[in-house]
């Protein structure tokens, strides 16, 4: 079973709907992403283009792999923020007597 993270993050929970916009970096980048890879495959044998292809499904699973752990681990800060910021503030709130 997944965690409740895990789920908000394979868009089984959607704790918002955010589109690609045209124009901005992520979109630019993901342009050239497959501007690069249909030039290189065309510059490819049909072997190499099968290599590539096991490459880029693996490099595919392992960033996905990657954005699971940033994501989870990201998201477990917010509340350790919370915690600390919680137990710290008798610090603000109660004068230190020297």
């Given at each position: ?29 993901l342009h050239l ?44 800060i917010g509340p ?19």
């Amino acid at each position: 079973m997944r965690s409740i993270i895990e789920e908000i993050y394979y868009g089984n929970i959607m704790p918002t709907d955010r589109d690609v916009v045209k124009g901005d970096e992520y979109a630019h980048l993901l342009h050239l992403l497959s501007r690069n890879s249909t030039e290189l495959e065309e510059t490819l044998t049909e072997a190499q283009k099968e290599v590539f292809e096991k490459y880029d499904d693996c490099y595919a699973e392992i960033s996905d792999a990657n954005e699971v752990t940033a994501f989870t681990i990201g998201f477990k800060i917010g509340p350790r923020l919370v915690v600390e910021a919680i137990s710290d503030a008798r610090e603000i709130t109660e004068p230190k007597m020297n």
